[in-house]
């Protein structure tokens, strides 16, 4: 064995003893005593049933081994020697290779990646299933992966532009890339909820009903005026119970969940709109655009750097001497996905402030105090979500506030008047 793959096989060792010890240490104890909740009253502490604490750890254990599976995909695509046979296919002195080499190259990879990937996809969903979640057939699961593995291939033309700029000019390219990468964040948020999300889900209009009126005067209080509110067919995938907020300027939308409308009481309902409209009136969503524009700038100069030395380094493990050669992509595309893991922290403890403060303003507009903890009680007792996630965990991937913080949150003053 050489001394590159050697040290390739050490680093995926790692990598999974790093991911089976944090799902050990990501085991959920049992429901701490929450003093400041358990001197409210008893509906507001969630009853968590056995069953769900069991479900809390499959989840996390699917999600966390799949994690390291899924950086593991790269190298073993490598070190099975498809890499390099289908680069050798499709050879060319041309760097990079011209588009559509590439994209057959790319499409391969992402291809390999999804079905190395798949057995943890399947487990997931057999989760979701078996607690009675999911709705989603083993056909209708497939066929949803399949589209988003299509979907993966809008990236092609991305990274070949890219690795284009390097040839020409190693040295400046990732600035020149970072000006081309801000429209296209851009546009990729505004296309999200017109392009992408269709592919899964039906929306419609919500129809005229007393609750589409209290949305709308709650609206009005907000300070929003013609904001588009869309119901989405969620149920055809699942029965958890959401809203969110989606799109930038001309597409910017509320969306509830169709099982949202079926499961929620009204004052939920609407405490769950005015939690959701703070993102709206605040412009979360703007403030996602810039932090991911500045995050690609980043990112794009640790490529310049990091990319060509891991390369030089691991030269006959890939087979490629040059950033644009084709069997240098599995590389990329795990730096890339590395990443994105390293910096999830960041990305969540900013999601949390702007989660946060949607919850103060839904508190605010709507005056719902009771309701908006009742609604998150509801998050761990039907939906299962853990009211006190493993702190690591909850700092590395918590998006929200736990849902203990935001059920505390909410009570802290209790007087359902809304505010003038
Ligand atoms: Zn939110």
Same mark, same amino acid.
């Given at each position: ?290 932090? /991911?524009? %500045?995050? !690609?700038?980043?990112? =794009?100069?640790? @490529?310049?750097? &990091? *990319?060509? $030395?891991?390369?030089?380094?691991? +030269? ?7 950033? /644009?050669? %084709?069997? !240098?992509?599995?590389? =990329?595309?795990? @730096?890339?996905? &590395? *990443?994105? $893991?390293?910096?999830?922290?960041? +990305? ?73």
């Amino acid at each position: 064995m050489s001394k590159a793959s050697r040290r390739s096989l050490l680093l995926l060792i790692f990598l999974c003893l790093f991911t089976l010890s944090s799902s050990v240490f990501a085991q959920n104890p049992l429901p701490k005593a929450t003093p400041s909740i358990a001197s409210a009253a008893s509906e507001f502490i969630p009853k968590i049933p056995p069953r769900a604490i069991a479900y809390q750890r499959e989840r996390r254990t699917v999600s966390l081994i799949g994690l390291a599976w899924g950086l593991a995909g790269a190298f073993v695509f490598v070190k099975s020697g498809l890499s390099r046979t289908l680069a050798k296919r499709l050879e060319t002195p041309k760097l990079p290779p011209p588009f559509w080499k590439f994209l057959l190259f790319f499409a391969a990879f992402t291809l390999f990646h999804s079905l190395w990937t798949l057995p943890f996809g399947l487990w997931g969903w057999r989760l979701e299933r078996n607690y009675g979640f999911s709705t989603l057939s083993i056909f209708g699961y497939l066929r949803d992966r399949l589209i988003g593995t299509t979907t993966e291939l809008i990236l092609a033309p991305v990274l070949w532009i890219a690795l284009r700029l390097y040839t020409r000019s190693p040295e400046h390219w990732w600035k020149k890339a970072w000006i081309g990468v801000v429209p296209l964040i851009l546009f990729s948020i505004v296309l999200q909820p017109i392009v992408i999300s269709p592919l899964y889900y039906r929306y419609t209009a919500m129809s005229p009903s007393p609750l589409r009126t209290r949305i709308e005067t709650l609206a009005s209080k907000a300070g929003i005026s013609g904001g588009r509110i869309l119901i989405e067919s969620t149920s055809s995938r699942t029965t958890h119970v959401n809203a969110y907020v989606a799109g930038l300027g001309p597409t910017t939308r509320i969306v509830i969940n169709d099982t949202a409308l079926e499961k929620l009481p009204p004052d939920q309902l609407t405490a769950m709109m005015g939690h959701e409209m703070g993102h709206y009136v605040e412009g979360h969503l703007w403030f996602g655009f810039a932090f /991911a524009s %500045l995050g !690609a700038g980043l990112f =794009l100069f640790l @490529i310049h750097r &990091v *990319f060509p $030395l891991l390369l030089k380094r691991y +030269e006959n493990f890939f087979g490629a001497k040059h950033p /644009a050669e %084709l069997s !240098a992509l599995p590389l =990329l595309l795990w @730096i890339i996905s &590395v *990443f994105l $893991l390293v910096q999830a922290p960041v +990305e969540s403890g900013i999601s949390r402030v702007m989660e946060h403060r949607a919850d103060r303003f839904g508190l605010q507009v709507a005056g719902l105090h009771r309701a908006t903890a009742q609604l998150f009680v509801g998050f761990a007792e039907r939906d299962y979500s853990d009211p006190d996630p493993p702190t690591l965990l909850h700092f590395w991937f918590g998006t929200h506030p736990t849902l203990k913080e935001r059920i505390e949150f909410a009570l802290e003053d209790p007087d359902d008047t809304p505010a003038k």
